[in-house]
């Protein structure tokens, strides 16, 4: 059964940090461009960071020298190190992996999401 399974969100005082986790199951996630993104309340859905099959991790500049996205393929796993936390990264941050095919429409899975609220 394919299923990326997301863990480790919570309450976090502004300044903090956490570790977010996605575990895949099902398929192999290292032949997948890995990525987060979140999702404020009201506000669209938006690409956090991204870890492509082949290729130089990716941040947006709201996150960038702050988060921290690496990968145990050991444990087909995906983490993102959040640190120095902000009110503003509150949001369900959720897993995404996306295999591009030629020819043939792309593979992607996302997870269930995982809460991360920020606050004093």
């Known amino acids: 059964q394919v299923q990326l399974v997301e863990s480790g969100g919570g309450l976090v005082q502004p300044g903090g940090s956490l570790r977010l986790s996605c575990a895949a199951s099902g398929f192999t996630f290292s032949s997948y461009a890995r990525s987060w993104y979140r999702q404020a309340p009201g506000k669209e859905r938006e690409l956090v960071a991204i870890f492509p099959s082949g290729g130089r991790t990716n941040y947006a500049d709201s996150v960038k020298d702050r988060f921290t996205i690496y990968r145990d393929n050991a444990k087909n796993t995906v983490y993102l190190q959040m640190n120095s936390l902000k009110p503003e990264d509150t949001a369900v941050y959720y897993c995404?992996?996306?295999?591009?095919?030629?020819?043939?429409?792309?593979?992607?899975?996302w997870g269930q999401g995982t809460q991360v609220t920020v606050s004093s």
């Open positions: 995404k992996a996306v295999r591009l095919r030629s020819g043939a429409p792309s593979i992607e899975y």
